[in-house]
């Protein structure tokens, strides 16, 4: 099941709004010129912030989001209709003989058991065409990330149309490595209500994300440090095999 904070109606129309500046994207469009490719699936979509640029340069695009609550508010930001939109995941994509795959932000974390990665990475597998790529990020677990949330405890508020303003607040709720959980609230201050939304991500190594990607009949091409956080993410670039 997807995580409140991406399902719950009332929280996946203010995403965008605590997610906003999304520095990272730039980097996933230079790589997908880059490589050559024309027809792209992100997985793990969301509210479609990277689908929609991605469809706006042209290629054929393809979002899948195991929560639907994502899905209608990207919907509604692709006026153009210019992506087909799937609720799924990685594990059920239909074959779309894609030549990119794309796992953005946390979307290679939440899958937390062995067996739920390599599902996910057969999956995208039948989704690609032969030598096609997947490209994805992950945190680097030597960064302990989560030391810098869980001393980051100040609340955000955000005056959001048609919502007024929102209260969040993060608190780390259980550090049990490789598995870190975190808890978001969100105080809705016109009316009082609270909506809390918690998640559970996998810190992986480089290795052992190499080993998995290679055991799945991946080439790994590249490795590269994410440029919106230097020295804090790994991104990955991988060729499907055969």
């Not at 939304?197 to 990607?213: A, K, M, V």
């Not at 440090?225 to 991104?235: L, Y």
Request: hydrophobic fraction near 45%.
């Amino acid at each position: 099941m997807p995580d409140a904070i991406f399902a719950h109606p009332r929280l996946a129309p203010i995403y965008d709004a605590f997610d906003a500046g999304r520095d990272d994207l730039p980097a996933y469009l230079a790589i997908a010129d880059e490589l050559g490719t024309g027809r792209v699936l992100d997985v793990g979509c969301g509210t479609g912030s990277l689908a929609i640029l991605l469809a706006g340069t042209g290629r054929v695009v393809v979002g899948v989001d195991p929560a639907e609550a994502s899905l209608e508010v990207a919907r509604s930001k692709d006026q153009a209709g210019s992506v087909t939109w799937i609720h799924g995941d990685a594990a059920t994509v239909p074959a779309l003989d894609a030549d990119l795959v794309t796992m953005t932000g946390n979307v290679a974390q939440v899958f937390l058991t062995d067996d739920d990665w390599a599902q996910a990475l057969c999956g995208i597998h039948a989704a690609l065409h032969p030598n096609g790529y997947l490209v994805f990020e992950t945190r680097r677990p030597e960064r302990r990330a989560w030391e810098e949330w869980a001393a980051d405890t100040d609340p955000v508020v955000l005056d959001i149309p048609d919502w007024g303003p929102v209260e969040q607040r993060r608190e780390v709720t259980d550090i049990s490595l490789p598995l870190v959980s975190f808890r978001y609230s969100y105080r809705f201050l016109a009316d009082g209500a609270v909506v809390t939304s918690d998640s559970t991500l996998r810190f992986r190594n480089r290795d052992e994300l190499e080993s998995s990607l290679i055991a799945r009949d991946y080439r790994v091409l590249d490795v590269r440090e994410a440029p919106d956080r230097p020295e804090r993410e790994f991104v990955f670039i991988a060729r499907r095999a055969t």
